[in-house]
Structure formats: C-alpha cells, structure tokens
Nanobody, 112 residues
Framework: QVRVVESGGGLVQAGGSLRLSCAVL????????MGWYRQAPGKQRELVAT???????NYADAVKGRFTISRDNAKNMVYLQMNSLKSDDTGLYYC??????WGQGTQVTVSS
C-alpha cells in the first residue's frame, strides 16, 4: 500500500524560510512526476511546483524565484525549499506522487 507523508510545515514570519519534505512509502522507486500543491482557506487547491524523474521542474508564477523543488529518487523523497515567504503562501501543502497518490498535507502559516 502506497503512503505519502509530508512534514516540515509550521509558523513562520513573513520573509522567513521553511523546507517541506515528502516521503513516498510502499513502492520500490518513484519514476513519475512528483509535486507540491497548496490550498488556502476558502480557495481551490493549486499547483505550486512539480519535478519529473529526470529533474525537470515547473513552478507556479507566484512562487518562481522563491521556492525550489527537488527530489531524491533513491530515497523516494521530494522537497520544497520555500524562501522569502509571504502571507499569501499560507495554506495546507500537499505532496502528490503520480499517478494519483496524495498525502494528508502539512500546514504552513506565514504571519505578517
């Protein structure tokens, strides 16, 4: 059974940094795309960033230049380094592993 487990969320002041981690358990190796999504209160879930198995990345315009996604294929892990955080970055951050495995989310709260 595949499980996706996020960690690293928390409360941080605007301008600060956080690093999210995501572990994919129950499979030998992740070969598909992995990504981070977020959902703010009262809003729809939106894409933050994705990374393919060969390292190609894609970012939402709102986070370009501030967030960096990376992955460790050998460990079935994906990370999200978030710098220069803004209050608009507040939300529940979800990790997704293709084809359609999702974690429970980790809360990120940025205080202004």
């Amino acid at each position: 059974q595949v499980r996706v487990v996020e960690s690293g969320g928390g409360l941080v002041q605007a301008g600060g940094s956080l690093r999210l981690s995501c572990a994919v358990l129950g499979i030998i190796r992740t070969t598909g795309s992995m990504g981070w999504y977020r959902q703010a209160p009262g809003k729809q879930r939106e894409l933050v960033a994705t990374v393919t198995a060969d390292g190609s990345t894609n970012y939402a315009d709102a986070v370009k230049g501030r967030f960096t996604i990376s992955r460790d294929n050998a460990k079935n892990m994906v990370y999200l380094q978030m710098n220069s955080l803004k209050s608009d970055d507040t939300g529940l951050y979800y990790c997704k592993c293709n084809p359609d495995y999702w974690g429970q989310g980790t809360q990120v709260t940025v205080s202004s």
